[in-house]
């Protein structure tokens, strides 16, 4: 079956550290992958998206993701995390023939002033 | 970028009633819409897909019967939740997938929380 995966269920770090939250996608074949953002309160936000071309996908607010195809992982990073920034993290993908979107468990991170 | 819009926000019913959530997208057309189900600290569920002037397709084991999908223009899909039981009770959430000039992705709507009591 057809899966995406999120290794970390909960991340709490301080402001300027470095962020990292891992995902891995089951699908063969071409995929397009996303990560989305839900802020407390707010809806879905698309963060990122890839699907072809360069491998390091640069989003807003900071955010870049690399699409590594040998290892079926697409992790979202951030260099210097804000307070702000505290949120839920969800990835998703789907076959590039294909529309349903599966998302992984989401990743709740914790941004401590 | 792309705006989805959700009508209502929150609803509070009885048992036994139908409650209908509207699912808009307000800037572009959306032949394709989806509805998904989110549990409290839980990823999305996908429900069904919604085709602007066909069926809804159906995730298997959601009941097309209690939850009717209508998608009556490019705009606009309906979820109908028939017969609402405390059991219903979620966070419903649309979003509608724009997929011109081939960005095909998935803009959601805030979402609508449903409470049967």
Redesign the interface.
């Known amino acids: 079956a057809q899966s995406v995966s999120q290794h970390n269920h909960h991340v709490i770090l301080s402001e300027a550290a470095s962020l990292e939250l891992g995902c891995n996608y089951s699908y063969g074949g071409t995929v ?1 992958l ?1 990560w ?1 953002v839900q802020y407390p309160g ?5 963060l990122l ?1 890839y ?1 072809s071309g360069d491998p390091l996908v640069k989003g807003i607010k900071g955010f870049e993701a690399e699409f590594i195809k040998s290892k079926f992982s697409f992790n979202l990073r951030k260099p210097s995390v804000q307070w702000s920034d505290t949120a839920e993290y ?1 990835c998703a993908g789907h076959k590039a023939a294909g ?8 990743t709740r991170v914790l941004v401590k002033p | ?1 792309a705006v989805v819009s959700q009508h209502p926000s929150r609803v509070i019913c009885k048992s036994g009633t139908s409650v209908k959530i509207e699912c808009r997208s307000l800037d572009f057309q959306a032949t ?1 819409m ?1 509805w998904y189900r989110q549990f409290p600290k ?3 569920m ?1 429900m069904a ?1 919604s085709n602007e002037g066909s069926k809804a397709t159906y995730e298997q084991g959601v009941e097309k019967d209690k939850f009717l999908i209508n998608h009556a223009s490019l705009t606009l899909s309906t979820l109908t939740v028939t017969s609402a039981h405390p059991e219903d009770s979620s966070f419903y ?1 649309c ?1 509608a ?1 724009d ?1 011109l000039a ?1 960005t ?8 609508t929380r449903l409470t049967v009591l």
Do not use: E
């Open positions: 397009n996303f989305y707010q809806h879905l936000q698309l998206k699907f969800f529309n349903k979107l599966t998302f992984g468990g989401g | 970028g394709t989806f839980q990823s999305l996908l897909t959430i979003s997938r997929w081939g095909d992705t998935q803009y959601f709507g805030p979402g």
